[in-house]
T-cell receptor
Framework: NAGVTQTPKFQVLKTGQSMTLQCAQDMNHNSMYWYRQDPGMGLRLIYY???????DKGEVPNGYNVSRLNKREFSLRLESAAPSQTSVYFC???????????FGPGTRLLVL | QQQVKQSPQSLIVQKGGISIINCAYE??????FPWYQQFPGKGPALLIA?????SEKKEGRFTISFNKSAKQFSLHIMDSQPGDSATYFCAASMLVSTLTFGKGTMLLVSP
């Protein structure tokens, strides 16, 4: 039982490059989330998927797209990376809403 | 607009002391208030949570105090230990909404 896994662990991109962050969970949760964490800014929600087949914008969705591939997997795509997207990205999963969110180990992204 | 304000940003406490982190919220519709703990290089993990029908919840050395009229809640860590050194996030949500997190408090417990 791995919980929530994220790949890659660390990535360096040049401005304008694209990449996809992968997330998978093995807890059969319906809801999945993508957050970014920046110093002094806490955890900010980028996108979430309340259930398979649905996605919704969070607080900071600009510059990102998501795909809920199936119940297990939720990917985050940066189409044209910008230095402002340098951050640590966390994926989480839970049963809907007011249940414990389980976080992955994070992806550290540096955009030069 | 920040809906959950957390203070202090950082905190240093001696081993055996009490660590206190405070949060204030604006939205009176919030009815679920969890605290998450994050160690360096790891993802956050749920520590303890409270709903507004009680004023206090205790789990071991960790206690949430909730003041509905003041729209404030706080985390108390009794007998703080060096292993408690981490970043703590408060959060809040309504029944059918996602969590809104505070900006976090870095706690250092000195030996």
């Amino acid at each position: 039982n791995a919980g929530v896994t994220q790949t890659p662990k660390f990535q360096v991109l040049k401005t304008g490059q694209s990449m996809t962050l992968q997330c998978a969970q093995d807890m059969n949760h319906n809801s999945m989330y993508w957050y970014r964490q920046d110093p002094g800014m806490g955890l900010r929600l980028i996108y979430y998927s309340a259930s398979e087949g649905t996605t919704d914008k969070g607080e900071v969705p600009n510059g990102y797209n998501v795909s809920r591939l199936n119940k297990r997997e939720f990917s985050l795509r940066l189409e044209s990376a910008a230095p402002s997207q340098t951050s640590v990205y966390f994926c989480a999963s839970s049963e809907p809403y007011q249940e414990t969110q389980y976080f992955g180990p994070g992806t550290r992204l540096l955009v030069l | 607009q920040q809906q959950v304000k957390q203070s202090p940003q950082s905190l240093i406490v001696q081993k055996g002391g009490i660590s206190i982190i405070n949060c204030a919220y604006e939205n009176t519709a919030f009815d679920y208030f969890p605290w998450y703990q994050q160690f360096p290089g790891k993802g956050p993990a749920l520590l303890i949570a409270i709903r507004p029908d009680v004023s206090e919840k205790k789990e071991g050395r960790f206690t949430i105090s909730f003041n509905k009229s003041a729209k404030q809640f706080s985390l108390h860590i009794m007998d703080s230990q060096p292993g408690d050194s981490a970043t703590y996030f408060c959060a809040a949500s309504m029944l059918v909404s996602t969590l809104t997190f505070g900006k976090g408090t870095m706690l250092l417990v000195s030996p």
